[in-house]
């Protein structure tokens, strides 16, 4: 994704890439003044939503298997039925026996994990709404398919599930493969009530999430038995039926055993048999199963009331075999079947149906729609089948009965529904308010007391059990170094207690900050991580720089003249980094001072150094993992590159802030943050979970970017990052709320993380002013009116 304007590359630029306003790049939500957010307009007045772009996955045809011929039947019946949505099908692929696709966007060899992630950058990469997946244990990859699984947390658009096997008693794997794409589902479709129940019963399945959607099934006309009967040749014949592969477990050879009680009651009675054996069944065994059929019908001495279609038939000619039929058999012997679109087919044509009671059976043949028979015994099926044929009343009435049932299940329908299903999935497009809405701070407050600020909630709720850190309070610190619209007194009250909290974390016996604190103010550690203290350094030079009070200005510095040479042994990279940013403020108002000069020089030759042994052609980086706060190691090196004129430490700066910036944005446009299941993944990174700290993260350094170059891409990349707060992610979802200031804890695979902790409403606190100092120093070329009141009011 090309994130730039065309004909404009990122770098140190001036004069014609210069922004004319940052309000010429932000899209409007309404007059300027009152902003009001897209949520909030009047449904009449929204614009009508964008056609959706979907990215299917399964078994395609001419893959000869149900899953197959279901997913073919989504592609054929939404195209038709909607022409306006973009389908793409990547179809799971057999590598040793590879077909002919066609109207397929690409194919995934099954069983190899490399063809996977392909795969799923090649979805994202398109930037689809959605990726609807059908599943089946047996169709993917690895123990009982397990290789979905990594596929599934590479995705980046929402997930919606088709199930078409949920196991009353899995294995220990299956149950996990299961819970852990529920996990990762924004919506999942299920054809039976059953599996509905057993999803919420037995998997913790959100009830939200589940949608029954019976299978799909064709519309045609009903009693046209005689006509098709003509075309085959079966003039005068009472048919019986059953299609579909052919495997052990259908309980064929129990209809054969009902047979010669049929036939002697009925001698005119046939039984259509139709179907090629299933290829897994033919690799393992050959056709062993049918010639076991065939020499139990010749024992029985009705081979002759027996007709094989032993092939498989495409939908039009195995409709036209079934219309033929009267009575439609399936006594199949698993009970847990949930699915079976044979028999949603014999329904919707209006076919009298005599079966076992699997789940599906059950489900759709109550009220008289089917009869049910007791599994494994062919004289129940002989007394359901002659019953039917002795009262040809019957008969008519119980397909009349079918057929009408069958109007529930037909394609337009099917389509429909699927439509809903998809759409209920896709994230929403994000409602912005205007830049100029300053965040209330009631939430910073509510999360603080007299000791500092808590670290995480429970949903909104302050929770006091994880008590304290000094990342949190240092963040705190920065942000009553910045906020507008305290009194001075409740600002100054605030910045000493933050204040306070990092001076106590200090301890010089061990020369290294602590971090975490218990609600009763007592240490859990006596050492914190180098990142903490990183940040406690960079906490101090902002202080130093930005404080409104000279008195607290003072005592940062103080702090950190005294604490920054002792801490001159960390090689963690962010750490240094943290620490070079803490430097160069410091340096932006005392161009001289001695421990902050060496703090920049020493981190900026430390992170070239890394760069050169961590890059390569693909991937511009200093390391060979992606982790948290990626963007401040390109920061730190464009402001000390600026505070030390060295023009190479800024390019490298620029040019490794420019790549990072183009990993963490979506096909679509819309911020992608390094996700933190990607943390410890060499050279790759996967979407989820999303957190607000990346976002701030890639503002600010956006920021320092175009304070360098002036370049436009940087604003529009603050800008795109902003956007993720307000639901310019991937799932839609609305993070932060301007009237309290708070902010949720991220974006997950099924949506927002509902908690509010420090980082994420501190991150959210200092984007904002952040993007505001932006707006008042990118120039306003052309503008006036609402833009012009809208910068006076941040200036």
């Given at each position: 994704?090309?994130?730039?304007?065309?004909?404009?590359?990122?770098?140190?630029?001036?004069?014609?890439?210069?922004?004319?306003?940052?309000?010429?790049?932000?899209?409007?939500?309404?007059?300027?003044?009152?902003?009001?957010?897209?949520?909030?307009?009047?449904?009449?007045?929204?614009?009508?939503?964008?056609?959706?772009?979907?990215?299917?996955?399964?078994?395609?045809?001419?893959?000869?298997?149900?899953?197959?011929?279901?997913?073919?039947?989504?592609?054929?019946?939404?195209?038709?039925?909607?022409?306006?949505?973009?389908?793409?099908?990547?179809?799971?692929?057999?590598?040793?026996?590879?077909?002919?696709?066609?109207?397929?966007?690409?194919?995934?060899?099954?069983?190899?994990?490399?063809?996977?992630?392909?795969?799923?950058?090649?979805?994202?990469?398109?930037?689809?709404?959605?990726?609807?997946?059908?599943?089946?244990?047996?169709?993917?990859?690895?123990?009982?398919?397990?290789?979905?699984?990594?596929?599934?947390?590479?995705?980046?658009?929402?997930?919606?599930?088709?199930?078409?096997?949920?196991?009353?008693?899995?294995?220990?794997?299956?149950?996990?493969?299961?819970?852990?794409?529920?996990?990762?589902?924004?919506?999942?479709?299920?054809?039976?009530?059953?599996?509905?129940?057993?999803?919420?019963?037995?998997?913790?399945?959100?009830?939200?999430?589940?949608?029954?959607?019976?299978?799909?099934?064709?519309?045609?006309?009903?009693?046209?038995?005689?006509?098709?009967?003509?075309?085959?040749?079966?003039?005068?014949?009472?048919?019986?039926?059953?299609?579909?592969?052919?495997?052990?477990?259908?309980?064929?050879?129990?209809?054969?055993?009902?047979?010669?009680?049929?036939?002697?009651?009925?001698?005119?009675?046939?039984?259509?048999?139709?179907?090629?054996?299933?290829?897994?069944?033919?690799?393992?065994?050959?056709?062993?199963?049918?010639?076991?059929?065939?020499?139990?019908?010749?024992?029985?001495?009705?081979?002759?009331?027996?007709?094989?279609?032993?092939?498989?038939?495409?939908?039009?000619?195995?409709?036209?075999?079934?219309?033929?039929?009267?009575?439609?058999?399936?006594?199949?012997?698993?009970?847990?079947?949930?699915?079976?679109?044979?028999?949603?087919?014999?329904?919707?044509?209006?076919?009298?149906?005599?079966?076992?009671?699997?789940?599906?059976?059950?489900?759709?043949?109550?009220?008289?729609?089917?009869?049910?028979?007791?599994?494994?015994?062919?004289?129940?099926?002989?007394?359901?089948?002659?019953?039917?044929?002795?009262?040809?009343?019957?008969?008519?009435?119980?397909?009349?009965?079918?057929?009408?049932?069958?109007?529930?299940?037909?394609?337009?329908?099917?389509?429909?529904?699927?439509?809903?299903?998809?759409?209920?999935?896709?994230?929403?497009?994000?409602?912005?308010?205007?830049?100029?809405?300053?965040?209330?701070?009631?939430?910073?407050?509510?999360?603080?007391?007299?000791?500092?600020?808590?670290?995480?909630?429970?949903?909104?709720?302050?929770?006091?059990?994880?008590?304290?850190?000094?990342?949190?309070?240092?963040?705190?610190?920065?942000?009553?170094?910045?906020?507008?619209?305290?009194?001075?007194?409740?600002?100054?009250?605030?910045?000493?207690?933050?204040?306070?909290?990092?001076?106590?974390?200090?301890?010089?016996?061990?020369?290294?900050?602590?971090?975490?604190?218990?609600?009763?103010?007592?240490?859990?550690?006596?050492?914190?991580?180098?990142?903490?203290?990183?940040?406690?350094?960079?906490?101090?030079?902002?202080?130093?720089?930005?404080?409104?009070?000279?008195?607290?200005?003072?005592?940062?510095?103080?702090?950190?003249?005294?604490?920054?040479?002792?801490?001159?042994?960390?090689?963690?990279?962010?750490?240094?980094?943290?620490?070079?940013?803490?430097?160069?403020?410091?340096?932006?108002?005392?161009?001289?001072?001695?421990?902050?000069?060496?703090?920049?020089?020493?981190?900026?030759d430390f992170l070239m150094r890394l760069l050169g042994h961590g890059r390569r052609p693909d991937w511009a980086w200093f390391?060979?993992?992606?982790?948290?706060?990626?963007?401040?190691?390109?920061?730190?090196l464009i402001e000390a590159g600026r505070a030390l004129d060295r023009e190479a430490w800024i390019g490298a700066g620029l040019?490794?802030?420019?790549?990072?910036?183009?990993?963490?944005?979506?096909?679509?446009?819309?911020?992608?943050?390094?996700?933190?299941?990607?943390?410890?993944?060499?050279?790759?990174?996967?979407?989820?979970?999303?957190?607000?700290?990346?976002?701030?993260?890639?503002?600010?350094?956006?920021?320092?970017?175009?304070?360098?170059?002036?370049?436009?891409?940087?604003?529009?990349?603050?800008?795109?990052?902003?956007?993720?707060?307000?639901?310019?992610?991937?799932?839609?979802?609305?993070?932060?709320?301007?009237?309290?200031?708070?902010?949720?804890?991220?974006?997950?695979?099924?949506?927002?993380?509902?908690?509010?902790?420090?980082?994420?409403?501190?991150?959210?606190?200092?984007?904002?002013?952040?993007?505001?100092?932006?707006?008042?120093?990118?120039?306003?070329?052309?503008?006036?009116?609402?833009?012009?009141?809208?910068?006076?009011?941040?200036?």
């Open positions: 994704m090309n994130l730039m304007p065309r004909d404009e590359e990122p770098g140190r630029k001036s004069g014609s890439d210069k922004v004319r306003s940052i309000f010429d790049v932000i899209p409007s939500s309404g007059d300027a003044e009152t902003g009001p957010l897209e949520a909030n307009r009047p449904e009449a007045d929204r614009p009508a939503p964008r056609p959706l772009h979907i990215a299917l996955v399964g078994n395609f045809a001419p893959r000869k298997c149900g899953i197959a011929t279901f997913t073919t039947d989504i592609f054929e019946k939404l195209r038709e039925f909607h022409p306006e949505i973009t389908l793409d099908v990547h179809a799971l692929d057999d590598p040793d026996h590879r077909l002919d696709y066609r109207e397929v966007t690409g194919t995934i060899a099954c069983n190899d994990p490399e063809d996977y992630a392909r795969a799923a950058r090649q979805i994202n990469e398109a930037g689809v709404d959605a990726v609807w997946v059908q599943h089946e244990y047996g169709i993917f990859g690895g123990e009982d398919g397990e290789m979905v699984l990594d596929f599934v947390d590479r995705l980046a658009a929402p997930l919606v599930l088709t199930l078409h096997t949920v196991l009353s008693d899995p294995s220990e794997r299956q149950r996990k493969i299961l819970r852990h794409l529920i996990a990762r589902a924004s919506r999942i479709m299920v054809m039976s009530h059953h599996s509905r129940n057993l999803l919420e019963s037995e998997y913790d399945a959100p009830p939200r999430i589940l949608e029954v959607i019976e299978h799909g099934a064709p519309d045609r006309p009903f009693g046209r038995q005689d006509e098709f009967k003509e075309q085959l040749g079966l003039d005068g014949r009472k048919v019986l039926m059953t299609f579909g592969l052919l495997s052990r477990g259908k309980g064929l050879e129990h209809a054969i055993r009902a047979l010669p009680a049929i036939v002697a009651r009925h001698p005119e009675v046939i039984y259509r048999i139709v179907g090629a054996t299933h290829p897994n069944l033919v690799a393992y065994e050959g056709e062993a199963y049918r010639e076991e059929l065939q020499a139990l019908a010749d024992r029985l001495g009705v081979l002759s009331h027996i007709a094989w279609e032993n092939r498989f038939l495409e939908t039009d000619e195995l409709l036209d075999q079934l219309e033929a039929c009267d009575i439609y058999l399936t006594p199949y012997l698993g009970m847990q079947q949930s699915t079976s679109g044979t028999l949603s087919y014999a329904v919707a044509v209006g076919k009298a149906v005599v079966s076992t009671p699997y789940v599906h059976a059950r489900e759709l043949l109550g009220e008289g729609i089917g009869r049910l028979i007791e599994p494994g015994s062919s004289e129940a099926i002989a007394e359901a089948v002659n019953a039917l044929l002795d009262r040809p009343a019957d008969l008519t009435a119980m397909q009349r009965r079918a057929w009408a049932r069958g109007r529930e299940m037909i394609w337009p329908r099917f389509a429909d529904a699927s439509l809903r299903l998809v759409d209920r999935a896709r994230a929403p497009d994000p409602a912005m308010p205007p830049i100029t809405a300053t965040p209330g701070l009631a939430a910073v407050l509510a999360m603080s007391d007299a000791t500092g600020m808590l670290q995480h909630s429970v949903g909104v709720v302050p929770d006091r059990r994880h008590g304290y850190c000094l990342d949190d309070n240092a963040r705190a610190l920065m942000l009553m170094n910045v906020a507008r619209g305290l009194p001075v007194a409740e600002r100054m009250k605030w910045s000493l207690a933050y204040a306070a909290f990092v001076q106590s974390a200090w301890n010089p016996d061990l020369a290294r900050f602590r971090n975490f604190m218990r609600f009763d103010r007592g240490w859990c550690e006596d050492e914190g991580s180098e990142d903490s203290n990183g940040r406690a350094i960079w906490s101090l030079g902002h202080t130093y720089e930005r404080a409104p009070d000279q008195s607290l200005s003072e005592w940062a510095l103080q702090l950190f003249e005294d604490v920054l040479p002792r801490l001159a042994t960390i090689e963690a990279p962010r750490a240094r980094a943290f620490a070079m940013l803490g430097a160069c403020a410091v340096l932006r108002r005392d161009p001289r001072n001695t421990a902050a000069l060496e703090c920049a020089r020493e981190g900026g390391e060979a993992v992606l982790g948290y706060d990626n963007p401040r190691l390109p920061q730190a040019e490794t802030l420019e790549w990072i910036c183009r990993q963490q944005v979506s096909a679509r446009g819309q911020f992608r943050p390094i996700g933190s299941e990607s943390f410890g993944k060499p050279h790759g990174y996967l979407p989820f979970d999303q957190q607000p700290l990346e976002a701030q993260a890639a503002i600010e350094a956006a920021c320092s970017a175009w304070t360098a170059t002036h370049g436009a891409f940087w604003v529009e990349h603050a800008l795109t990052a902003w956007r993720w707060f307000f639901g310019g992610n991937d799932r839609g979802v609305i993070l932060a709320d301007i009237a309290t200031g708070r902010c949720r804890d991220g974006v997950t695979p099924r949506g927002v993380n509902a908690n509010c902790g420090a980082e994420s409403i501190l991150a959210f606190q200092l984007s904002h002013y952040a993007l505001a100092e932006l707006a008042v120093s990118a120039p306003l070329g052309r503008g006036g009116g609402l833009l012009e009141s809208a910068r006076e009011r941040l200036v």
